[in-house]
């Protein structure tokens, strides 16, 4: 049976593989480690494995973890919906938020960000596919949007998230991925962040750009979802 270690090592050399073949500098991605539903010490496994950033989706089970974990160096990165009640707790203990998708989310995060605190990393989520079950910003809207966002104080603009349409299509995955960095290229924003790529994908991801791929399932197993 595989440790989270040697889960780590296969995505590490996945990862290293597609930048290679992509042509693109050896440190230009990073591994984000999405460990929701998952407990407090699978994540210091994985610390221990040399992994430091962590996406959460759910607040009250990240913040229990954040707590627990807090004598570790993580970095934490939150990738679920954001809701306005939840902004205060989130502007407060994570350092990314990857999940923005309208300007009144954005602008509570930057009130509420502690000024102690560096500013909050951002990163709009778009919904590329046009899936109605998803998250995200439409295309015609993400202009605006990304303006008004980039001029909030205590707030950095990164770039952008998607979670395109699942498939096992190589082309279809390119093509999904080719349009999210086309949408970040055509804003003409100081943008440094492309977050998409997941367990099945990631290559194909790597190739269209991406600089964090969010990975769970093939480091931490198959999510229990029935764990409180």
Known sequence: ???????????TSRIHAAVLAAHRDAHSVQLLAVSKTKPAEALREACAAGIRNFGENYL????????????LPL????????????TRAIAEHFAWVHSVDRLKIAQRLSEQRPTDLPPLNICIQVNVSGE?????CTPAD???????????PRLTLRGLMAIPEPTEDRAAQDAAFA?????????NLPLDTLSMGM????????AMGA????????????RDYHQP
């Not at 970095?75 to 939840?86: A, E, M």
């Not at 993400?142 to 909030?152: H, M, N, T, V």
């Open 1 to 11: 049976m595989s440790t989270i270690a040697d889960n780590i090592a296969q995505v």
């Open 60 to 71: 009250q089970e990240a913040l229990s973890k954040q707590l627990e974990l807090a004598d």
């Open 75 to 86: 970095i934490w990165h939150f990738i679920g919906p954001t809701q306005s009640n939840k």
């Open 132 to 136: 109605a079950s998803k998250s995200g």
């Open 142 to 152: 993400l202009p605006a949007l990304a303006k008004a966002i980039s001029e909030l």
């Open 179 to 187: 349009a999210v960095q086309s949408l970040q290229a055509s804003l």
């Open 199 to 206: 367990s099945h994908d990631l290559e194909s991801a790597i």
């Open 211 to 222: 600089t964090w791929v969010r990975v769970g399932t093939a480091l931490f197993g198959a």
